[in-house]
């Protein structure tokens, strides 16, 4: 038991899993609302994602408000 | 650590920081927006591509009210997002925090990732109203913001690390910090784009939008801290064997 925790724990005793589940909620998070232009409804319904740009009209207000670039 | 208990922490409290930054800029920041998507849609009046009648109107109060509604479902995702990655530096350097408690360890935190992350980039690329944006340099404009963001979090987690070895003379790695983001703003090209909306609302929408992200590291770092206090995931799990 102490074996395998020791690896799965970083030297400040937090859990690596624990880590890389929130350094993915950050990354996705901060794509879909500060730069998003399509790229993620793209995956389903191809290039005209990138005309609708769905993602970014709804985060838009957003995008501005919080300092991300914008029109 | 309690592993489950730790992330659901986090993500309670990230959430609940960005409603109320959603909140807050439904109430600060939304009638300057209103105010420079009138401006465009004057400029679309005068180059005859849209007729200023009651559809076009009706069209457009709609199509913005869906916009800000999208005001507060984006800010409990940028909230989380960001409370993420506060999350899990709070994790990392909690036991090399000042302060007695939990929450002043995370307001000290908030505090260091608003100025290094947040209010340093700002003052370099600042938020900008609908209008001043070419949406041909967007993509740009994006890599620059972000490299800054990168640049100066990265150079604060050095200077930090750099500290730990100093032992005394720890005011040497702020120093040092200091000169390395000087460079780092006076290097980093500008926002190629002009203004040509008018200051006084670039300005007023300026300090509404550092209000609101301020509010929002406030509140991160003071539910963060509260939470921790309460559910205490940091501590292990008592068996008994
Ligand atoms: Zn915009």
Redesign the pocket.
């Given at each position: 038991m102490s074996q395998s925790r020791q690896i799965n724990v970083s030297k400040n005793g937090v859990p690596v899993i624990a880590i890389v589940v929130l350094a993915i909620i950050f990354a996705v998070g901060l794509f879909v609302v500060g730069f998003d232009q399509g790229h993620i409804f793209s995956l389903v319904y191809g290039e005209e994602a990138f005309q609708d740009m769905y993602i970014h009209e709804l985060t838009?207000d957003m995008?501005?408000a919080a300092g991300f670039p914008?029109? | 650590m309690k592993t489950f208990l730790f992330i659901l922490i986090v993500i309670a409290s990230g959430a609940s920081a960005g409603l109320i930054l959603g909140v807050a800029n439904l109430v600060f920041v939304e009638p300057s927006l209103d105010q420079a998507t009138g401006i465009e849609n004057q400029h679309l009046f005068a180059t005859g591509e849209e007729k200023d009648t009651p559809e076009f109107q009706i069209k457009y109060e709609g199509y913005r009210t869906w916009q800000k509604s999208g005001q507060m479902l984006a800010g409990g995702i940028l909230g989380i997002s960001i409370g993420s990655l506060f999350g899990i530096a709070f994790a990392l350097s909690r036991n090399a925090l000042p302060g007695k408690t939990d929450i002043k360890k995370a307001l000290v935190l908030a505090g260091i990732m608003w100025l290094t992350i947040y209010f340093i980039p700002f003052l370099k690329y600042p938020a900008n109203p609908?209008t001043v944006?070419d949406p041909e340099t967007v993509i740009l404009r994006g890599i620059l913001y972000l490299s800054f963001i990168t640049i100066s979090g990265f150079g604060a987690v050095g200077f930090y690390k750099l500290s730990q070895k100093l032992k005394t003379k720890k005011f040497i790695a702020i120093v040092g910090y200091v000169a390395f983001i000087v460079i780092a703003f006076i290097t980093m090209p500008e926002n190629p784009d002009q203004i040509t909306a008018p200051v006084d609302l670039v300005n007023h929408f300026r300090m509404m939008s550092a209000f609101t992200v301020s509010l929002y590291w406030l509140s991160l770092g003071l539910i963060l801290g509260s939470l921790w206090t309460h559910y205490k995931p940091h501590k292990e799990i008592t068996s008994f064997s």
């Open positions: 838009h995008r501005h914008c029109h | 609908p944006g």
